[in-house]
């Protein structure tokens, strides 16, 4: 039965969907001896598929790893770096980095700190990424200045970013010093530096942020438990089904404003 490549690499753990186009583009995959193009259908069973020259359609399947990651500030959130940056797969043991297929779900900028997802698991990676199915994200986030509850309404409610309006958040003051204020902010979706783009325009521009949550799958593991920057854990089996069962839910509808 004949696939699109990218799904099948995604499906055999290689890659996410959008990681295995991005290694097509760049030449490090081919069909038969003969260079990939994105969109192009294969057939596992029958197809010699390479990535930079190693055979992965005859091996087996590696068991699916639910991991979840308190990434440090400076680390990327890619497999690799083209700069040579420290990458969220640095961070896992040999076992891990190694012939598993594990990459991040989704990314938080370099500069940003927290929660983020790994896994082998290629379909859920693309449900979890796709825009009607992102699920809340809980953010603790430091911003310069003390933003007035008109501010903080105008955020909930959705602001104009880049020619589309956001999404409503819910957001509520954590704590104010002299010159900042930490917010938690939940979020329902994840355009590309939303946070920070949106404080700056709102003129509270960010000098903190820490995702603490992914939907119910938190950095805190106990009352008095918190994952460490650096570290990693997997995860149970009910955080593993709330996540499958996430992506099952009926589509946001995009016209509400979410």
């Not at 994105?38 to 068991?63: C, E, F, H, M, Y």
């Not at 927290?114 to 009607?132: E, K, M, Y």
Request: aromatic content about 4%; some cysteine; charged content about 20%.
């Amino acid at each position: 039965m004949e696939e699109r490549l990218q799904k099948v690499l995604s499906q055999w753990g290689i890659a996410s969907r959008r990681e295995a186009e991005e290694m097509i583009r760049r030449s490090r995959v081919r069909i038969n001896g003969v260079l990939a193009q994105i969109g192009q259908k294969v057939n596992p069973q029958k197809d010699r598929i390479t990535v930079d020259g190693q055979l992965i359609s005859a091996q087996p399947r590696p068991a699916l790893v639910y991991l979840l990651l308190n990434k440090p500030a400076g680390v990327v959130s890619t497999c690799e770096d083209p700069q040579g940056r420290q990458t969220v797969l640095d961070l896992l043991p040999p076992e891990l980095r190694t012939g598993q297929g594990i990459h991040p779900v989704g990314r938080l900028d370099t500069n940003s700190t927290g929660a983020i997802l790994l896994t082998n698991d290629g379909d859920l990676t693309f449900n979890l990424t796709h825009p009607r199915h992102n699920i809340p994200k809980t953010y603790q986030v430091w911003v310069k200045g003390h933003p007035p509850e008109s501010v903080l309404q105008t955020w909930r409610a959705g602001v104009l970013l880049e020619g589309r309006k956001t999404r409503p958040a819910k957001i509520q003051i954590i704590h104010q010093l002299a010159e900042q204020t930490c917010l938690e902010i939940i979020l329902q979706e994840g355009r590309n530096r939303q946070i920070r783009k949106v404080a700056q325009q709102l003129g509270y521009p960010v000098a903190k942020l820490h995702r603490t949550k992914i939907g119910s799958i938190s950095l805190q593991t106990s009352p008095k438990a918190y994952l460490p920057p650096g570290k990693y854990r997997y995860l149970d089996e009910h955080e593993i089904i709330c996540l499958q069962q996430s992506i099952k839910q009926i589509p946001i509808n995009d016209s509400a404003g979410f």
